[in-house]
């Protein structure tokens, strides 16, 4: 339980301990921020982790100059990218074997090959989406490597999303961060974050259900 506690103060509270730590730290907070994030995006074990609200974060701290705008986005980009590629490969290799192992109706080939099917034809628009959907991002790689996603088309979504996701919050951190109103109520900030995030999941998920309603 004290765990838990620790890492919801973490996360709401994530400016005033990001702060801490690079006045403790300095240049080293480049990778712990590196390791937060790829472990985030890498490992379907960690989806607890902050992605959204840490990106802001290091953007309002680059605002003020505790943290270089141009080398924090570079260092999450690469960890975004390099998670959700790690990611990806834990599921191609380790999925089809535990199907293979199984007798189970619900983990047979047949519902790999429609995985399969399904990242195939929806993945690339499933994969950027993901990003920015906490939870949801940490498990669509590897999903993606269960489903045998085409490695090429997986690799140029992964990026894409990576980039449109740390271009948006850490230039948001950057511009917003440190008005005020947002400093003063940063707990609130990260639970419209958080909202925000979820938009573009429910927007697909309508449209795909008013899209299957109508045919």
Not at 13 to 40: P, S, T
Not at 58 to 87: P, R
Not at 98 to 122: D, G, I, Q
Not at 164 to 181: D, S
Request: hydrophobic share 55%; net charge positive; proline share 4%.
């Amino acid at each position: 339980m004290d765990s838990i506690n620790a890492i919801l103060d973490f996360i709401l509270h994530i400016n005033v301990h990001l702060d801490a730590l690079v006045q403790d730290y300095g240049l080293w907070v480049y990778l712990m921020l590196f390791g937060i994030v790829f472990c985030e995006t890498g490992l379907v074990v960690t989806p607890f982790l902050p992605g959204d609200s840490l990106l802001f974060a290091v953007g309002a701290l680059c605002g003020v100059g505790s943290l270089n705008l141009g080398l924090s986005m570079a260092v999450l980009l690469v960890a975004a990218i390099l998670g959700d590629t790690v990611n990806y490969w834990v599921g191609y290799w380790t999925g089809p074997k535990v199907f293979r192992a199984s007798t189970s109706r619900w983990l047979n080939p047949k519902h790999l090959e429609r995985t399969h099917e399904f990242m195939e034809k929806y993945g690339g628009k499933a994969i950027i989406i993901a990003r920015f959907v906490p939870i949801v991002r940490t498990f669509a790689p590897f999903v993606a490597g269960v489903g045998r996603m085409t490695y090429l088309r997986f690799m140029a979504y992964n990026v894409v999303g990576a980039v449109a996701w740390v271009a948006c919050f850490v230039p948001a951190g950057y511009f917003f961060g440190n008005l005020p109103v947002v400093k003063n109520n940063f707990s609130l900030v990260i639970f419209g974050i958080i909202g925000v995030s979820m938009l573009p999941g429910l927007f697909e998920y309508l449209r795909h259900r008013r899209a299957s309603a109508t045919e």
